[in-house]
């Protein structure tokens, strides 16, 4: 049992194999906790927990002489509003008569083998893995209120993942006006916080900066995760880096608003508090309802942020992620949407897929415009249904001339949202989210559907099953184009609008997961105008999300790099486009390209009519080497091998196979310059011993001048894994635009 009560110390030691997680009991019955980090074996560490007194922070009734003892000092396990803790709260409510306190305290613990499921919410699935639950009850009797704190422990995986039941016992309504999944609180730390920002096509750009005494809240009040702030954060010692160094990730199973709250208190302990935001956030809890807060997820290392990664995407890929699709060959596709736009019709269609063929394309995706009067983005949102006046001969003609070429096909949907110019709108105009007697926000002139409601679900429900029913489907691009905004459900009465963010996402989630036992081996790809709503709640049903709008490879590398933190590979999206770009006008090498699409789950987006001869049989070859190498990068260790110092010059990343038997490095050179430095790049995680031979070797040496240096013979070189660990690999300069290369190494003895 990875769990452990002592029942005389009445503390409860989590372990994983090489980290613990301990809480304490007080004599108060206050549930504190004492310790996270690497494994102690079980010491109890309740000694860190020092009852001091200080001025303004002030004590439980029953200690008003004992003043070392106040829930203002001590680490919580979960803090709440009104009794004395002063920092940021994970339960904040409102009692029928109108008071704000929240005092929990212990009622009783336990311990159980396996876990439940959530219903309706994305989990860490238990697939094979041994996972123990510890269930805290904790209880304000004078409320009428009972909390269940509920601790899965993944003792292989190195995860703990939490959430929180509030559950009203009174005899009237409770209104929660912050209901968090988790609360930690660090003792005796100075931490650096990095998180990641970003905007519309240009997502997840790390930040880190030093913890200081201020409350930084790293949010969305957007309806979605959000382009602009994950709801992923690390917290790591100052002097961690990608190799050594303590840091603990929370990442938040959650794709609609949330925040991420850090806070150093007076005395140095810095809390983090994780979970829905409470922005727009109010729940009314009637006479024996419960509510179920989203899953979080806490890791820790002391191995430094590349560890920290592979722990998440480990448990991402093996354990979020829907199980069929992930040691399954998920095809090469080409999309046609930068190739098109909505200017196609089903002839343009049968020959794209022709040309994607020929290039050695797997799978054929038809992006937004074949349904209802969709020529351009203000119409036809909501009525899914296929446009015979461009697709002529139906959607199943289509797949089948796409199946018979031996490709699977794939179809754009953007379920949760309605045009005006609709006939859905015009039936349901209450079916939109918007306010009484205004005027709505409009963003890309649609509106978002109310996915509060169960008659909005069933419809959609119905309608794509009947697209996937009428064509050979294999795929479907799940899009989501606005942030929220009038979050207001006609179905809805006053007390119960600021329910109305949540149950969206409900909504969304009871449709993902009805079409999925309805259409297993359809595979979501999700997407919210690129990475909107990137994030491990999403990938519970799909196990990619295009990653960016941004399909420019030189942005990519930063877009792609910042996503890979806490985001395995198998989970992003990625796509070779046309070149000049469509979003930044750049020139890159088509190779260059394809090596930076291949860090993702690779295909092309672009119109392959247009493509030379010369160029099909260079992507038939990239496709052929992604597929060589598909395991290794999509379940080998993904190691970020330049950083910030190296990248004003190129940017390197690898794969290592977890019997480091093989290895592939890419480097693209981002800023070429003449009479140039050596490249020296520190593999890791290679058998020191082991002796590696370069056995393939693709570039974009095409593109160089006649005098560029690309003498190098690479293929056949072969290096100590321990010389290629301590000095690295000698990349010559290389010169051109945006010059790329990856290189293979396999283990020969
Ligand atoms: C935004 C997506 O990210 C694009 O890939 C494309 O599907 C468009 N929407 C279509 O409207």
Redesign the pocket.
């Known amino acids: 049992m990875s769990i452990v009560f002592d029942e005389k110390s009445r503390f409860f030691s989590l372990m994983t194999e090489n980290t613990e997680y301990q809480i304490r009991i007080n004599e108060l019955g206050m549930v504190l906790h004492t310790y996270y980090g690497k494994r102690v074996g079980g010491f109890d560490m309740s000694y860190l927990l020092k009852e001091l007194d200080r001025g303004f922070s002030g004590n439980p009734y029953e200690c008003r002489n004992k003043r070392g003892i106040s829930a203002d000092t001590l680490p919580q396990e979960y803090s709440t509003d009104g009794a004395g803790d002063y920092r940021v709260s994970a339960l904040s409510l409102c009692l029928s008569n109108g008071s704000g306190t929240a005092d929990l305290r212990y009622k009783s613990h336990e311990i159980i083998s396996g876990r439940d499921e959530l219903k309706g919410l994305p989990y860490v699935r238990a697939e094979k893995d041994k996972v123990d639950t510890l269930k805290i009850y904790l209880e304000d009797k004078v409320a009428g209120l009972l909390v269940v704190l509920a601790y899965q422990v993944f003792e292989e995986k190195d995860i703990i993942s939490r959430y929180s039941v509030i559950k009203n016992e009174s005899d009237g309504d409770i209104f929660l006006n912050k209901a968090a999944s988790a609360c930690v609180d660090f003792m005796g730390k100075d931490l650096d916080l990095i998180h990641f920002h970003g905007r519309h096509a240009f997502e997840r750009q790390p930040e880190r900066r030093r913890v200081t005494h201020d409350i930084c809240r790293i949010g969305s009040k957007r309806g979605t995760s959000s382009h602009h702030n994950n709801p992923f954060v690390i917290l790591c010692d100052r002097n961690t880096d990608e190799w050594n160094g303590d840091s603990f990730g929370v990442m938040l199973m959650y794709s609609g608003e949330h925040a991420q709250e850090i806070e150093k208190d007076q005395a140095g302990t810095i809390r983090v508090v994780s979970g829905i935001s409470d922005d727009h956030f109010r729940w009314k809890l009637s006479k024996g309802e419960e509510f179920t807060t989203p899953e979080v997820m806490l890791a820790f290392t002391d191995k430094g942020l590349s560890e920290l990664s592979f722990l998440f995407h480990r448990i991402i890929r093996e354990n979020i992620c829907p199980g069929q699709f992930r040691d399954i060959k998920r095809p090469v596709l080409m999309n046609n949407?930068e190739g098109t736009y909505f200017d196609f019709d089903d002839d343009k269609i049968m020959e794209i897929a022709d040309s994607a063929k020929e290039a050695g394309c797997e799978m054929l995706v038809l992006?937004?415009g074949w349904f209802g009067a969709r020529n351009d983005?203000h119409a036809g949102l909501g009525d899914w249904v296929v446009n015979r006046n461009k697709i002529k001969k139906g959607m199943d003609k289509i797949a089948d001339h796409v199946e018979s070429l031996g490709m699977k096909f794939g179809l754009?949907f953007e379920p949760e949202m309605v045009n005006e110019d609709s006939d859905l709108y015009r039936a349901h105009p209450d079916w939109a989210l918007t306010d009484p007697d205004r005027k709505p926000v409009m963003a890309r002139d649609q509106l978002v559907l109310d996915m509060s409601r169960s008659e909005v679900v069933d419809y959609l429900y119905e309608s794509i099953s009947g697209i996937l029913n009428s064509a050979k489907i294999s795929y479907v691009?799940w899009?989501f184009?606005r942030s929220l905004s009038n979050v207001f459900s006609r179905a809805l009465p006053a007390d119960r609008q600021g329910e109305v963010a949540h149950r969206f996402v409900l909504g969304t989630y009871s449709l993902m997961e009805r079409l999925r036992e309805r259409f297993p081996d359809v595979m979501i790809e999700g997407?919210s105008?690129?990475g909107g709503r990137f994030d491990a709640g999403i990938m519970f049903y799909s196990p990619q999300i295009?990653c960016s709008?941004n399909t420019e490879a030189i942005n990519r590398l930063k877009i792609q790099k910042g996503t890979s933190y806490g985001y395995p590979i198998s989970t992003i999206g990625s796509h070779v486009s046309a070149s000049p770009n469509h979003q930044t006008g750049r020139e890159v090498p088509l190779m260059t390209r394809a090596i930076v699409a291949m860090a993702g789950t690779f295909g092309y987006e672009l119109d392959p009519r247009l493509l030379s001869s010369q160029e099909k049989a260079m992507i038939r070859d990239q496709i052929k080497t992604f597929n060589k190498y598909y395991d290794l990068i999509q379940k080998g260790r993904y190691l970020r091998l330049s950083d910030e110092q190296d990248e004003q010059y190129y940017t390197s990343w690898g794969f290592v196979s977890e019997d480091r038997s093989e290895a592939l490095v890419s480097l693209v050179v981002t800023d070429v310059r003449a009479n140039p430095e050596v490249m020296y790049v520190r593999l890791r995680r290679l058998d020191p011993d082991a002796m590696y031979e370069v056995d393939n070797c693709i570039s974009s040496n095409a593109q160089v001048p006649e005098n560029g240096v690309y003498s190098q013979k690479t293929e056949g070189e072969i290096y100590s894994g321990a010389a290629l660990m301590n000095a690295g690999y000698a990349f010559d300069p290389m010169f051109g635009s945006y010059p790329a290369i990856q290189l293979h190494f396999r283990r020969i003895y």
């Open positions: 949407w992006d937004d983005d754009w691009k899009d184009n997407c105008g690129g295009w709008d």
